[in-house]
């Protein structure tokens, strides 16, 4: 565990950018790696669960979670026999960010639209997964992604209600 001063008492935070939002570097940090396992996305989700117990969006950043380890499990080398994914979980006063880093793909993340109602007969319409980053998108201030086909991460950030 890594523990930053971020007392406004001392000095600010530094912000460095994210998206078109900066992301607040300082308060507390924990980085986990896990063995890439589908048995893993629950001890991930746990490990977020007990890191952020109290803060107003848990359930959103939870959520946001177990659909970043679900695509890194599903969609990289991560998921690949002696894979693994790395998440970090960073928490300041006005918010919480999380990031998901696996060991990369051929493909590049890509949010599903969602198909209109006239689209509806399409099998990929009415498929049960591939909106993984839509959900993450909707829950989140923020998102984005980087990296390429070695190794991505998957960060979002969210802000308390009322602060974004």
Excluded: Y
Excluded at 20 to 30: K, Q, S
Excluded at 118 to 126: E, I, S
Aim: aromatic residues 8%.
């Amino acid at each position: 565990m890594t523990v930053l001063d971020a007392s406004p008492k001392t000095h600010a935070l530094e912000v460095v950018p994210m998206g078109d939002r900066g992301h607040p570097v300082g308060g507390m940090c924990w980085r986990r790696a896990f063995p890439g396992r589908p048995a893993e996305a629950g001890r991930a989700r746990e490990f977020v669960q007990f890191l952020i117990s109290g803060f107003s969006r848990a359930d959103d950043v939870v959520l946001a979670a177990g659909e970043m380890t679900a695509n890194a499990l599903q969609h990289t080398r991560s998921g690949l026999p002696g894979g693994l994914f790395v998440v970090e979980v960073r928490a300041w006063r006005g918010g919480v960010a999380l990031s998901v880093t696996d060991q990369g793909g051929t493909r590049e993340p890509c949010p599903r639209p969602l198909a209109p109602p006239a689209d509806w007969d399409d099998p990929l319409a009415l498929a049960e997964s591939g909106r993984g980053l839509l959900t993450i998108a909707a829950l989140a201030s923020v998102w984005d992604w980087c990296g390429g086909p070695s190794g991505r991460t998957v960060r979002a950030q969210f802000t308390r209600w009322g602060s974004r």
